[in-house]
């Protein structure tokens, strides 16, 4: 048996436009286990989003299987795929979709309050995650009073604030200048190694990619190691 925490195993995907048919993903299959970091590169229009839809369980594919944790979920109700996407998956965007009302601290609280913890352990677990990504001194702060990259680190302590087992993110560090990336890329990395998630990142810069465990990349609807 796989130890794979996120596996998609043959998954197929095709859009339909009137007569028109786009065959995006063709008989994909990939692995992301514990503690591993693996890039996502591939130009636009490849079907990098689409994978990711998948993966976070957003959109079923045509054919094949999505496994978290082992668990099979395409065959999984609307109700289930949820609870999976609240409790097993954290997903980081190119833009930090904060709530501009709340302040860092709180964005971070959502998450977990959803989930039925209480105010008291979401607000101390919050804490103790900002001070991971180095932002103890700006928890009281809305998002508009944040810098990009503080943005962002803000959005990555919220996506892992349910201790998922995958961390699914589309460019990241894609709206931040170069020096901001690498300090933010660095710390997203350490978090994943130190909380032994599967992460699944898509990206455009190479350089990035190269620092991560593997580079896989789609083409022609398939993924092959670059």
Request: one cysteine or more; aromatic letters at 2%.
């Amino acid at each position: 048996m796989s130890d794979s925490v996120l596996r998609l195993a043959d998954v197929c995907r095709t859009y339909k436009g009137g007569a028109e048919k786009l065959n995006v993903l063709k008989g994909v299959d990939l692995e992301v286990k514990a503690g591993e970091v693996v890039a996502l590169v591939a130009p636009s229009g490849a079907g990098k989003s689409t994978l990711l839809h998948i993966a976070g369980l957003l959109e079923r594919p045509d054919a094949g299987e999505v496994y978290i944790n082992g668990r099979e979920c395409n065959a999984l109700g609307d109700r289930s795929r949820t609870l999976v996407r609240r409790h097993e998956l954290g997903v980081v965007y190119q833009f930090h979709h904060l709530q501009p009302e709340f302040s860092a601290l709180e964005n971070v609280m959502l998450p977990q309050m959803i989930a039925g913890k209480s105010k008291s352990k979401a607000m101390a677990h919050s804490k103790a995650l900002l001070g991971q990504v180095g932002l103890s001194s700006r928890e009281t702060h809305r998002p508009s009073r944040l810098s990009g990259g503080e943005q962002q680190r803000v959005a990555i302590a919220r996506a892992i604030a349910n201790s998922p087992a995958v961390l699914l993110a589309d460019e990241p560090t894609g709206n931040l200048d170069p020096e901001t990336s690498d300090a933010v890329f660095d710390m997203l990395v350490n978090l994943v190694r130190e909380t032994k998630l599967a992460a699944l990142i898509a990206t455009h810069n190479i350089d990035l990619a190269r620092r991560m465990d593997r580079i896989l990349t789609l083409k022609a609807g398939q993924v092959t190691a670059l």
